[in-house]
């Protein structure tokens, strides 16, 4: 079975930076979309950003393109999740997704789920 452990949240002032990573298990790493997700307090969970498996086309929320950079390294079977400039409400738990379709991640249609990693920005 396919896991995936998300890593790298914290708590940072507005402005600054962290960097997410998603590692996943090695024999299915390669063949699958990813994607990232968040969930702030008392709010459904939204698409974030993600990257398909061979030609490494991305998508992003509008709310973080520009922001934010969704890249993976494949020999590593990890999904990075670069976050620069945040902002307050860019606070949520922040969770890695798989599919074999970029364009069912943003769906939430995905085949496997991370814990998730919180992500904090104080004003």
């Known amino acids: 079975q396919e896991q995936l452990v998300e890593s790298g949240g914290g708590l940072v002032q507005a402005g600054g930076s962290l960097r997410l990573s998603c590692a996943a298990s090695?024999?299915?790493?390669?063949?699958?979309?990813m994607g990232w997700f968040r969930q702030a307090p008392g709010k459904e969970r939204e698409f974030v950003a993600a990257i398909d498996s061979r030609y490494y086309r991305t998508e992003y929320q509008d709310s973080v393109k520009g922001r934010f950079t969704i890249s993976r390294d494949n020999a590593k079977n990890t999904v990075y999740l670069q976050m620069n400039t945040l902002k307050p409400e860019d606070t949520a738990v922040y969770y890695c997704a798989a599919h074999e379709i970029l364009a069912s991640i943003r769906l939430g249609r995905n085949r496997y789920w991370g814990q998730g990693t919180q992500v904090t920005v104080s004003s």
């Open positions: 090695r024999r299915t790493f390669s063949s699958y979309a």
